[in-house]
């Protein structure tokens, strides 16, 4: 009996290519391949190879795959970039994602590498990946400046895309102050005082972290009413404030910890003051976001933490008084959610 050929499996076979096409992508912004090309006509690819100091041979092929995955154009005078790698691939653009690109390349591709270690084992794979684990992650990412450097350059990447979304889920413009618990860079923190001018911030975040802000900051916003704190939010005092914010904080840890960390800023937060925070939310089933649960596998690797969906955040903040719990999915990076203490 003849049996006709099976359809072609296209998901399947797109999803072995996966990889490849990351790689690609990685290596052309660690060569800079987009900086390059930015506000250029179509360069020849000898001219591409020379100025990024690699072989001719390899950079062509790197482009012509890059050209084909719809990163650059290619014509017969040469390649250049497209609206899409000059808004997003070039390192210093607004939006520029090159940060986050960076520290998939050094930091996750490593440990993804790992991903059969951290599923059997279910637990992060930082010794297997870089020889060490210290016994907090961010002691890893800190203990070298040029970690630390990349890893901010990451969230900060991350942190511009989502923060205008972030900032306006909700109308928060009847609270006067916020504290952004673990923020970084202050990315989300210049953004708020954009968009609620009445609204002053502070950035808490840990000693190290505070130490290396002045990057980022950006321009012409220097007196912009943004202050920068440090501290342990699991152990020292948290500054006073109506709203208290984490984003992309509560993944990184287990329930133990995110009680710690959510009774000590119940302990501190007045009725009608309210907790925001900003998440991958999950759908209660787990399983219609890829993107969400691949960054919860994403969290395996390297965390202690993992994505959760509404109703399991709306379970936590409960039980530390937090009430009337809104989620709101933004069609960003990052959903929001926000409660009131009662
Ligand atoms: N909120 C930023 C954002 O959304 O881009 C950064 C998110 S990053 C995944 C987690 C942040 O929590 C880091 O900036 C880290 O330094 C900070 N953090 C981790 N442990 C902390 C602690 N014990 N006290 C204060 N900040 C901490």
């Known amino acids: 009996v003849s049996q006709s050929a099976p359809k072609l499996p296209s998901k399947i076979l797109e999803l072995m290519d996966g990889f490849r096409a990351s790689k690609a992508l990685f290596v052309a912004s660690k060569l800079k391949i ?36 719809g990163l650059l154009e290619k014509t017969p005078q040469g390649y250049s970039n497209t609206d899409s790698a000059n808004t997003y691939l070039t390192s210093d653009g607004k939006y520029s994602l090159h940060g986050y690109i960076i520290h998939s390349n050094d930091h996750l591709w490593p440990l993804f590498t790992n991903l059969e270690f951290a599923v ?115 152990k020292d005092n948290l500054p006073e404030a109506d709203l208290y914010i984490l984003s992309r904080v509560l993944h990184d840890w287990p329930d133990e910890k995110i009680h710690v960390l959510l009774s000590k800023i119940s302990a501190v937060c007045k009725p ?20 969400a ?28 008084g937090f009430k009337n719990v809104k989620i709101r999915i933004t069609g960003n990076l990052l959903d929001v959610i926000l409660c009131v203490k009662t």
């Open 272 to 291: 009608g003051c309210a907790v925001l925070l900003a998440e991958m939310v999950l759908d209660d089933e787990k399983k219609n976001r890829s993107t």
């Open 120 to 234: 059997k084992e279910g637990s992060r794979q930082n010794h297997r990946a870089f020889g060490k684990k210290a016994d907090d992650l961010f002691k890893d990412y800190y203990h070298r400046q040029e970690v630390k450097q990349r890893f901010m350059a990451a969230m900060h990447s991350i942190a511009r895309l989502t923060a205008r979304d972030v900032a306006t889920a909700f109308d928060l413009s009847q609270f006067k102050s916020a504290c952004d618990l673990g923020g970084c860079t202050g990315a989300l923190a210049y953004e708020l005082v954009q968009v609620y001018p009445n609204l002053k911030v502070t950035v808490f975040d840990l000693p190290e972290v505070i130490a290396n802000t002045s990057y980022f900051q950006p321009s012409g916003q220097h007196t912009a009413p943004v202050t920068f704190v440090s501290g342990d939010f699991f």
């Open 34 to 69: 987009f900086d390059h090309l930015k506000d250029k006509g179509p360069t020849k690819a000898v001219d591409i190879a020379n100025y990024v100091g690699a072989s001719v041979c390899g950079t062509e092929r790197l482009l012509d795959a890059c050209a084909s995955l």
């Open 293 to 320: 649960l691949l960054q919860s596998l994403n969290m395996l690797v390297q965390t202690e933490g993992k994505e959760r969906s509404g109703s399991e955040y709306q379970a936590l903040l409960e039980q530390h």
